[in-house]
């Protein structure tokens, strides 16, 4: 297991480590340039761009999603009529292609037949240009990842549900707390280890967000939705600047690094 | 029972002796693909749907396959069809890790990145002996630095092409065939309850699908003459934006436009909305006369500006300099270039032959005015940055449209970039 690790994890990222100190190119030609690639992110206006918009979505995306988990979670934790077939459904979109989720939803938003211009059209509003309004295109886009991931955090928060004992829950309600008073001072504790796991892997997801971008909007408009790793993929497999591209995937590896090291100062500290 | 120093050297050897043995037998069959004389070469084709019509394009590709092989025993040709979408990232990866197919569908805008990088090998034999049969466009868009990359198989073009029933609706007769007939009619079909041009300005579209050959027509350029810079963000660039934004801001072009990449099927104008198209292929045409009726599709000719241009380039088959089999693929490329498959491809394609001395006949009226277009045809501008320049413009043309920025700050934001990746070519 550590072999395989080792082989399709670490020196990966070794190799990437080490491509980005060179220029290396299509041609397999390369020179040292040291940290070239990095003083020249530094300055690239398009990084900056890509990052403010990476920032702004994983704001966007990550409360959405984990609200969305959370609150669906609580609700499948009071059903006891067809859990199983609640659960199934709520997780389904979970296992569609995130492409096939991105086309369907960007008809849904299209601005002259989309689905929610009609529904709105019925009440006098629009047509509203979800996907080419710089404002909203990054909300569209978290609500399609939110909708296709959330099942999965869902899933794990409703087994951190299932896992509170109940006698503490009996005896709040014995002392006379009510329902949100338990959710806050005994649930919501003792989810604080899941929460955290569920935190951190949509904060990755979020900060890794390119396939719905892509397929949506083409990183547009005007690269409103223009994220880092499709920065990153335009500069390996548009600009074949490889050296280039491991620096920005260094980079942004670092930056979810030290966001999950806040996120579990901030809330998978120990009490 | 202990195990003795002799039994674990055993079982430690066996395997890895096996793991030898089986190594070098492996690289035996890899020598049998690059190989001695008396064995069979293996060269791969990755193609893409240039024949639009699957049951078509099978046909033809396992017939070519045959005759092939039958005419050149001693060589497999494997076919593996590719989609157009992210080619170039294909590719790229598959030349970066020195692998990918032997011979290898290119046009004229892909081609210099790969040779900068080494990538291709010239075919300037494959094609000499034919050099003055071809299209004069042909060869030349296939050429980088004196040489030749890839041999022409088609031809294609683009033109005008009108919804017949919206123009008859908006009370228009004659279609637009100018850049001031088009201004003069977007109110009357905006009034009908239609947009006028349709236009991709997603990122990931192609701009020689949409502004460049706007570009062209107001007589302008992409790069400078040496390649080095561009000229875009000049006058008639300028006047080329200006043009665009006019139509945008009058609700002549959809909206959509911003997310619209370069599929008919999916585009306004496919679904009826839109008026007329300026860079339409004989595909499209099949498509669109599938969902209004034949009798509703009109082709024109290309857009005039100041100049009167389309957009067209020849299909070339090119051969990866990393290839074991190099006078195999060149001799698939001889192949493919004889007037009989050129014919076979046009036939089934609706593209045209490259060649001036194989005329495919046609049999559609809509494909016959497309071969009308052919005079005008540009077939881009090549450079080795010409994609990533495309995509650095894409985005301030919807900030131009969009009116983030005026045409002229737009375009300068966009040159400065570009000469600034320019700049960064090796």
């Known amino acids: 297991?550590?072999?395989?690790?080792?082989?399709?994890?670490?020196?990966?990222?070794?190799?990437?480590?080490?491509?980005?100190?060179?220029?290396?190119?299509?041609?397999?030609?390369?020179?040292?340039?040291?940290?070239?690639?990095?003083?020249?992110?530094?300055?690239?206006?398009?990084?900056?761009?890509?990052?403010?918009?990476?920032?702004?979505?994983?704001?966007?995306?990550?409360?959405?999603?984990?609200?969305?988990?959370?609150?669906?979670?609580?609700?499948?934790?009071?059903?006891?009529?067809r859990r199983g077939f609640f659960r199934g459904v709520f997780f389904l979109p979970y296992v569609t292609s995130i492409v096939l989720a991105a086309v369907i939803w960007k008809w849904i938003y299209d601005v002259q037949d989309g689905l929610l211009n009609a529904v709105l059209g019925?009440?006098?509003?629009?047509?509203?240009?979800?996907?080419?309004?710089?404002?909203?295109?990054?909300?569209?886009?978290?609500v399609t990842s939110a909708w296709k991931g959330f099942g999965y955090s869902m899933l794990i928060l409703l087994s951190g549900l299932q896992a509170v004992p109940r006698s503490y829950l009996e005896a709040a309600m014995i002392d006379g707390a009510g329902a949100w008073q338990r959710f806050r001072y005994i649930v919501l504790p003792q989810l604080r280890p899941v929460l955290f796991f569920v935190l951190v892997i949509e904060t990755i997801g979020a900060f890794q967000v390119f396939d719905a971008m892509y397929v949506m909007t083409g990183g547009g408009p005007v690269r409103s939705s223009y994220s880092l790793v499709y920065f990153l993929y335009d500069s390996g497999f548009k600009y074949f600047d490889f050296g280039y591209a491991s620096a920005i995937g260094l980079v942004l590896f670092a930056i979810v690094l030290i966001v999950s090291l806040v996120q579990r100062r901030l809330v998978g500290r120990e009490d | 029972m202990k195990p003795t120093l002799q039994s674990t050297v055993r079982r430690i050897a066996a395997p890895l002796t096996a793991l030898v043995l089986a190594a070098a037998l492996g690289s035996c069959g890899d020598n049998s693909g690059g190989g001695s004389s008396s064995e069979t070469k293996s060269i791969t084709l990755w193609m893409y749907p240039v024949i639009g019509d699957q049951a078509a394009s099978d046909t033809y590709w396992q017939k070519v396959e045959k005759d092939f092989e039958a005419a050149n025993s001693g060589i497999d040709l494997k076919l593996e069809m590719q989609p157009w979408a992210n080619r170039d990232e294909k590719i790229a990866a598959a030349f970066a890790g020195k692998k990918g197919p032997d011979v290898v569908l290119m046009i004229p805008d892909q081609l210099p990145q790969y040779v900068n990088n080494g990538s291709l090998e010239p075919v300037d034999d494959v094609v000499a002996q034919d050099k003055d049969k071809f299209l004069p466009a042909a060869i030349?868009?296939?050429?980088?630095?004196?040489?030749?990359?890839?041999?022409?198989?088609?031809?294609?073009?683009?033109?005008?092409?009108?919804?017949?029933?919206?123009?008859?609706?908006?009370?228009?007769?004659?279609?637009?065939?100018?850049?001031?007939?088009?201004?003069?009619?977007?109110?009357?079909?905006?009034?009908?309850?239609?947009?006028?041009?349709?236009?991709?300005?997603?990122?990931?579209?192609?701009?020689?699908?949409?502004?460049?050959?706007?570009?062209?027509?107001?007589?302008?350029?992409?790069?400078?003459?040496?390649?080095?810079?561009?000229?875009?963000?000049?006058?008639?660039?300028?006047?080329a934006l200006t043009f665009l934004k006019t139509l945008w801001d009058e609700g002549a072009i959809p909206k959509t436009a911003l997310t619209n990449g370069n599929v008919v099927a999916d585009q306004p104008f496919g679904k009826g909305q839109v008026a007329m198209a300026m860079t339409s292929t004989p595909a499209d045409a099949g498509t669109v006369a599938k969902t209004w009726g034949a009798a509703n599709v009109e082709v024109g000719t290309p857009l005039t500006g100041k100049k009167q241009v389309g957009f067209g380039l020849p299909g070339g088959l090119a051969v990866n300099a990393a290839s074991e089999n190099v006078d195999a693929a060149k001799k698939f490329l001889s192949f493919m270039i004889q007037p009989a498959q050129l014919e076979d491809l046009s036939k089934a394609s609706g593209f045209y032959t490259p060649r001036t001395d194989v005329k495919a006949p046609v049999t559609d009226p809509a494909v016959a005015k497309f071969a009308d277009a052919l005079q005008?045809?540009?077939?881009?501008?090549?450079?080795?940055?010409?994609?990533?320049?495309?995509?650095?413009?894409?985005?301030?043309?919807?900030?131009?449209?969009?009116?983030?920025?005026?045409?002229?700050?737009?375009?300068?934001?966009?040159?400065?970039?570009?000469n600034d990746l320019l700049s960064r070519q090796r």
């Open chain 1, 122 to 142: 019925l009440v006098s509003i629009g047509p509203v240009d979800f996907l080419g309004e710089s404002n909203l295109v990054l909300p569209s886009i978290a």
């Open chain 1, 1 to 81: 297991m550590l072999l395989l690790f080792l082989v399709f994890r670490i020196l990966p990222v070794i190799g990437a480590a080490l491509l980005s100190l060179t220029d290396y190119r299509l041609s397999g030609r390369w020179t040292f340039i040291a940290l070239d690639n990095y003083t020249r992110l530094l300055t690239d206006s398009l990084f900056h761009q890509a990052l403010g918009v990476t920032l702004t979505y994983t704001v966007i995306f990550v409360p959405l999603t984990v609200l969305l988990s959370l609150g669906t979670a609580v609700l499948l934790h009071q059903v006891v009529w």
């Open chain 2, 140 to 239: 030349p868009g296939l050429t980088v630095d004196g040489k030749v990359y890839a041999a022409p198989i088609y031809h294609t073009v683009t033109s005008t092409m009108f919804n017949k029933t919206i123009l008859t609706k908006a009370g228009i007769g004659k279609p637009p065939e100018t850049w001031d007939e088009i201004k003069a009619a977007a109110p009357k079909i905006k009034a009908a309850g239609f947009s006028t041009l349709d236009y991709s300005a997603s990122p990931e579209a192609s701009l020689n699908l949409n502004f460049y050959p706007l570009l062209w027509q107001a007589g302008g350029k992409v790069f400078a003459d040496d390649g080095k810079t561009v000229a875009f963000n000049q006058a008639p660039g300028l006047e």
């Open chain 2, 376 to 418: 005008y045809a540009v077939p881009g501008e090549p450079n080795a940055a010409a994609r990533q320049v495309m995509s650095l413009l894409s985005a301030e043309i919807q900030a131009a449209l969009t009116g983030k920025k005026t045409p002229q700050q737009a375009l300068d934001d966009a040159a400065e970039q570009a």
